[in-house]
């Protein structure tokens, strides 16, 4: 069996380089807990676990290169020069993830400060998705039938007439299939609609925009450091601090969507260049996200929403429709591009779950996303979130 193994510190989704420039900036002391989340109930074989710890163990020798240093402070100037120099002397630290398997199940946490292990999530379930396949003997399409279907999607996107970027790491098959399906939909770009991915080392190998914001647990850190009623406006603030106007896309559900347009008033919603769906039913997000422009006197023409949730090419063409000369849109895919591959894809997680106070309690985060069966997080939080912030179901 070929070890799986990580050979760039880029191999990551470009919102968390993004986020973790602003916690090196805003919160250096902070601690926080992560902790895997096996929606899918997947099956995992004896010996996973030492080999899962093994391609961790390699994950301490990753380095940003000058050539790759160069790329971001060229692509991305909005990622000032002291940061990109911490990030050259970065090294993931593997004695912060704790890794057991339990028969067919496996635990994995990370634990430690947050601008150091804020890089994990996205190569950890990278990982664990290419692993349980290699490990389960799971034989994929040829690489021949990886690219027919890449292409098909592609043309269908450019019939449509939209934009889109690829955002499949988290539950790649695997860094070939991924690598595949970006070659692919470059060499088929004529029309420009295909417009960057989120993985940063593939943004970088084939001249594509990497693209990213910020994340769930960019609110849920603050509703943990603040309270759920301060969690939306100050997590909009605080970016806003350290990007003065780029990156202008924000998350609307971690505390569902009615509850985020009560506090993304005139001020952010001019200053934000539009919001991105990720949960719940999208056409009614929409309709909800296009009444909010008009009612704070936006023409909602000049803005936009990314939409990236399980999105399949019936989706992309029911809100392509449904929005049409309404408000801009974009699609982000992940899932259906980087593991259509005639098995059955990873359903697969790994949350926020702790943030540490100043005396060493742990508080536990929530995040309460506009689809109830995504909430996740400590029961009684999640009670009590909903009560502060008046949700009902």
């Known amino acids: 069996m070929t070890p799986v193994r990580l ?8 919102y968390k380089i993004t986020m973790q420039n602003a916690v090196v900036k805003l919160f250096p002391s902070e601690k926080v807990k992560y902790t895997f989340i096996n929606r899918g109930k997947h099956s995992f074989p004896e010996g996973y676990a030492e080999e899962l710890s093994q391609a961790i163990a390699a994950m301490a020798d990753l380095k940003l290169t000058k050539q790759e240093k160069a790329f971001l402070r060229i692509t991305c100037p909005y990622l000032d020069l002291p940061y990109l120099d911490f990030l050259e002397g970065y090294q993931y630290d ?3 993830v704790t890794v057991k398997q339990n028969g067919n199940d496996i635990e994995v946490t990370v634990e430690g400060l947050w601008y150091r292990t804020i890089l994990w999530e996205v190569p950890l379930l990278s990982l664990i998705s290419e692993l349980h396949y290699q490990m389960n003997h799971l034989e994929r399409d040829s690489n021949e039938k990886v690219i027919e279907k890449t292409l098909e999607k592609a043309e269908t996107l450019k019939k449509l007439g939209v934009t889109f970027a690829e955002f499949g790491t988290r539950r790649r098959h695997s860094y070939k299939v991924q690598d595949l399906v970006a070659e692919a939909l470059i060499k088929d770009n004529s029309n420009g609609k295909f417009i960057g991915s989120s993985n940063v080392h593939f943004a970088m190998k084939y001249g594509i925009k990497p693209i990213g914001t910020h994340a769930h647990e960019w609110f849920m850190f603050h509703a943990a450091e603040y309270g759920f009623k301060m969690a939306n406006a100050l997590s909009l603030e605080h970016w806003v601090d350290v990007y003065r106007g780029d990156l202008g896309v924000a998350l609307s559900d971690t505390y569902t969507t009615d509850v985020f347009f009560q506090q993304f008033d005139k001020k952010f919603a001019k200053l934000f260049d539009g919001v991105r769906h990720d949960s719940g039913e999208p ?12 009612r704070n006197g936006i023409n909602p023409l000049f803005k936009y929403i990314i939409f990236s949730d399980g999105l399949n090419l019936e989706k992309v063409e029911e809100i392509t429709r449904a929005c049409e000369s309404r408000i801009g849109i974009s699609f982000g895919i992940g899932t259906n591009l980087t593991n259509d591959v005639g098995l059955k894809p990873m359903n697969i997680v790994m949350k926020l779950t702790g943030v540490q106070t100043i005396n060493g309690d742990w508080i536990p985060t929530v995040k309460l996303s506009d689809d109830p069966n995504k909430y996740t997080g400590d029961p009684k939080m999640i009670d009590l979130a909903k009560e502060f912030l008046r949700i009902q179901g």
């Open 94 to 96: 593997p004695s912060e």
């Open 7 to 14: 050979t760039s510190i880029l191999d990551n989704d470009f």
């Open 283 to 294: 056409i009614e997000f929409a309709n909800k996200t296009i009444a909010h422009y008009e």
